[in-house]
């Protein structure tokens, strides 16, 4: 059972905080801006006590799962440990309570720290230069495909097409699309791999770029990559990398070295900083020399013994976010580079990999996997030797959530039928691995013994399966209050806004 | 030092389990040219040049050793030392990043395990927290703009603006876009940015006294415009004439962007009573520190009829099988992971962290408080423009009267109070924000270099965005400047000139 | 597994209904429901909706996206789509010609699309440019074939 809504606890008159006094004259707010400009009505927020408060929101945070609480193998999200040292220095007033446009000698910590972080991402990557600008991976697939497209466009040539292969996780062709591209699918090779044929027979001059991701989605490294790469260059096209998998090279290998032009990081995957239930993440884009005119705007310049701001734009995209970008994401992943060092992040990568291959080959026999031998940081495993009880990767899922782990990524790569994806990351201990493991295989049991328990699962939550189909068509968005005639709740429309004749401008 | 708990004894044991003989053997795919040697010499970190890049034989992993705990504290301490952060000076800066309160309980809250370290929330069952707390957001979010659906959030305000002017080219399929020139110029750069390669014509509309030109606006609109975006209060602090700009961009059949200041919506007209048809913000200022800025916190809101081309996560309300109440994202086709190419936009991870805190800031907060909160602001400013315009060399840049050129100080001063306090009805109207300008000979840098060695940071100098404007500043105050610091203020002020 | 023998078929599991110069409604021979009339223009035009192969493999319908009135299309041109909860599917045009109506029921009423997909979760109805494009279409058995081959 869920909890009541906080709008629900409202007691009108109850006051959650309270402010100082003004100390300065008093002023009726119609007195100095016209009255066509205010407000008639408050706005309809809740009125409780801040005990209330936190009662509420304290009760609400113990029905989510989190890394702090569960195991979390998803696939490609890297959720490792997010380590507490990294909250202390984000919240130091020095870091967080800094004005963006405060003069650059005021903020020389600040800025050095920004240039550092660069240098230590070029250093693990290999890449020349980054912009700490984007916001999340999603962003910085974006920036990297808007310099991809005025790479081309300042040779004044027109390349519209973006290669992808299949098993791309959705923001790749998402990205491109966005950026005005169209999209190629590569189709895969039997081992689970770029195929250098396919490749070839889809390589015209009218390629942008190949985006794809090393070690890819089924967790296996692209080993041709080298000549992919050449084979792109070749024809002076780009090769992107979609570096949300960087768990699995740190030490071992670097993008820049594999001929990789630019490539994004995850910061709130690969460098610990938390996904707070959905972001803020910081997605950074490191590019080669070449490609460095066309970064964001502005970078950290170190003059002498000083930082600045450098606005100036050789060929630069332009600005992808207000300000710098997410400081206070950047701030935590320095600590947690500075943390490591090199041998921690050597290690890292190690031990994550290692922890992956334990679990693949616990549970092969149940959950074959159907690529490779080894694998890197993450493996993809099928439920489909489940669909003979009618039990799918979905069901497996939930059923999961009763054993009290959270759910693999499931249903992709859309290459491997009833796909688990799995990715323990290095901070899981021996013992947790075990024992996910052992609830996997005891599903595998249950399926044969009592597949309806699975479908009905999860059973030990506070609420078994939600109605999602009820929830897309009947639209219920927002809290209303249904005693107030005032504010008469009404459902949204839900005509479709279909567009007008003509041309398609943007898609 | 790292986080990985495994012995070695118990990696051995697990790589026999594995059946390989060493690690070597688990990564034999990466070719042996790719492969970085184990043992790497040491580097400072301050040494020059870009790290590590392609010089021949210098492949390593070429990053300082780790350190300890109390060595990053202290480290990290040393950095932020080195910074003169808003509780050592006071800042009258604002220009798109608002310093407002935090409540003490935001920070307690949001700083548990549960609500920092979950996943975005597909696995419904194992999240109800934090979908009940997007669902609460939403809520808010389209009560303090007056809209009907609000989005669990995207990145920021800059790029918001971004993807409502998407949002709005798609839906009307036309591509003429107007930008007000008191948009912030983040996001009127981050939205060129985002058109890179879109057939979009964008036009910017010039303002006058420093609110846009209404008579320019009507001269551009035509039915290929797709969107007007207008800021509220725009880049100069001042107030935007958005009804009637609304009325006659829906005559031509185009949507109003309005892009806004969460905390001013507890006194000023919220977007969706002006007829907006996408609100968008920067919500940072609601319970998040301003970070040297970012991250931030993209409000996004529309009207119903849009609904189905929002971007970012929706969560909806439902029933789980035992008809009892529950969360879930919803209408997820709309997305990247299932769209794909034809998503509405790419957006995967969002503010998450930053929604909740906004929900918990709002919550304590409620209609009252924020009521107040946004007086106090305006109470705070109006003091302190009124002080600052006592000085001679001091007035306030627009009036909607035309104003005289000359440096006559014989001339009626514009923005001095008339007798009695009340504030020139002859100066735009402003919330929290105020552009101030200064006689001819007095630059704003010796100004706010006289006013850094007092330890206050003056307004923000505007000919670094608009250079025909060099004798200008933007003066934000909000409730946590003291009467004192203003008083201050003045005081020093009044000595250097 | 339904595959009415007087409808064609395309490959992506669309399925065209001549409908005859006398108005009728598009519904068919299932009848016009309570209160609807057979609206005059149908007489001529083609109604298109998806199969009960596709509505078993959508599962539920959450939500269709119809294209506008007076649209032209080309045959094999994605006019519309339908939503489940984790899916979204494009909807072809099996011919040419332009969209003359919609079916604005099954918009508010998408579950319609899975109860009743070849009667009142038809989808839209089109005037053909290329009326002899229709002999390209597959006749039932043909699609009936298809289905058991499990191709896609």
Known sequence: ?507 | MDYAPNTDEQLQEMLRAIGASSFEELISTVPAELRLPAEAPARRPSQGGAGGSAQAGQRTLDVPHGLAEAQVVELCERLAGRNRSLNHVTSFLGAGAYQHLIPTAVDALASRGEWLTPYTPYQAEASQGTLQAIYEFQTMVCELLQMEVANASLYDGASSVAEAVLLAMRATQRPRVLVSEALHPHASQTLATYLIGADAIVQEIPTVHGVTDLEALSKALGDDVACVVLQQPNVFGCLEPMSQAGERLHRVGGLLIASVYPISLGLLKPPGAYGADIAVAEGRCLGSPVAYGGPGLGLFTTTSELLRRIPGRLAGCTVDQRGRRGFTLTLQTREQHIRRERATSNICTNEGWLALRATIFLSLLGPVGMQELARLNVEKAHYARERLVELPWVRAAFSPSPRDQSNDHDAPARGRPERGGAESRDDQPFFNEFTLEYDSGISVDTVNRALAKAGIVGGFPLADWFPSMPQTSLWCVTELVSREAVDRLVDVLRKVI | MQVPLDLLYTKTHEWARRLPAVPESPAGERGLPAGRQAQAGDGGDVAVGITSHAQEELRDVVFVELPKVGRTVKQGEAVAVIESVKAAFDIYAPISGSISRINEVVAKNPQLVNQDCYGEGWLYAMTPSAPNELDALLPADVYAKQIQAGAH
Not at chain 1, 163 to 182: E, K, R
Not at chain 1, 311 to 326: C, D, L, P, S, W
Not at chain 1, 455 to 476: G, H, I, K
């Open chain 1, 1 to 507: 059972m869920s909890d009541q809504l906080i709008f629900e606890r409202s007691v009108t008159g109850r006051r959650g905080y309270h402010l100082p006094p003004s100390e300065v004259p008093a002023r009726a707010p119609a007195d100095v801006i016209p009255r066509e400009q205010l407000r008639t009505a408050p706005p309809l927020l809740p009125e409780v006590a801040e005990f209330d408060v936190v009662r509420h929101y304290t009760r609400l945070s113990q029905l989510n799962f989190s890394v702090d609480t569960h195991f979390y193998p998803l696939g490609s999200c890297t959720m490792k440990y997010n380590p507490k040292l990294n909250e202390r220095v984000a919240a130091l007033p020095g870091f967080a309570w800094l004005h963006p446009l405060q003069p650059a000698g005021q903020v020389q910590g600040m800025l050095e720290l920004l240039y550092e972080l660069e240098q230590l991402l070029c250093a693990i990557t290999g890449m020349s230069a980054f912009t700490l600008q984007p916001a999340a991976g999603a962003a910085g697939e974006l920036t990297g495909l808007k310099i991809i497209a005025a790479y081309h466009r300042r040779k004044r040539r027109t390349r519209s097409t973006i290669l992808i292969p299949d098993s791309a996780h959705g923001t790749n062709p998402a990205s491109a699309a966005l950026s005005g591209f169209t999209v190629v699918q590569l189709v895969s090779g039997r081992d689970g791999l770029i195929d250098v044929q396919e490749l070839r027979s889809k390589l015209t001059n009218d390629v942008a770029a190949l985006m794809l991701t090393n070690p890819n989605t089924l967790g296996l490294f692209e080993r041709d990559i080298k000549a992919i790469a050449a084979l792109l260059h070749e024809r002076d096209a780009l090769v992107y990398m979609d570096g949300a998998n960087m768990n699995a090279l740190l030490g071992i290998a670097r993008p820049g070295d594999m001929g990789v032009d630019l490539l994004q990081l995850n910061l709130h995957k690969t460098f610990s900083t938390p996904h707070g239930g959905g972001g803020p993440g910081a997605g950074p884009v490191g590019v080669t020399k070449t490609l460095e005119p066309f970064l964001p705007v502005p970078r950290v310049r170190k003059r002498g013994a000083r930082y600045v701001w450098d606005e100036r734009a050789r060929a630069t995209i332009g600005r992808v976010h207000g300000f710098y970008g997410n400081c206070g994401v950047l701030v935590r992943a320095y600590a947690y580079i500075r943390t490591l060092g090199r041998e921690g992040l050597a290690r890292t990568s190690r031990i994550a990999i290692i922890n992956a291959n334990y679990l693949k080959r616990k549970l092969e026999g149940a959950f074959p996997v159907p690529f490779g031998d080894h694998c890197m940081h993450e493996f993809v495993a099928t439920a489909k030797a489940l669909n003979a009880h009618n039990i799918n990767a979905w069901d497996v899922a939930k059923r999961l959530l009763d054993y009290g782990f959270y759910a693999p990524t499931v249903f992709f790569p859309l290459i491997v039928d009833e796909a688990l994806m799995i990715e323990p990351t290095e901070t899981e201990s021996k013992e947790t691995l075990d024992q996910f493991a052992h609830a996997l295989l005891a599903i595998a049991q249950e399926a044969q013994t009592n597949p309806e328990l699975i479908r009905r699962s999860p059973q030990r939550l506070t609420v078994d399966r939600l109605d999602e189909v009820r929830a897309a068509r009947e639209p219920n968005l927002r809290w209303k209050p249904t005693e107030d005639i005032s504010r008469q709740p009404s459902t949204p429309a839900r005509q479709p806004h279909t567009p007008g004749p003509g041309r398609a401008v943007h898609r």
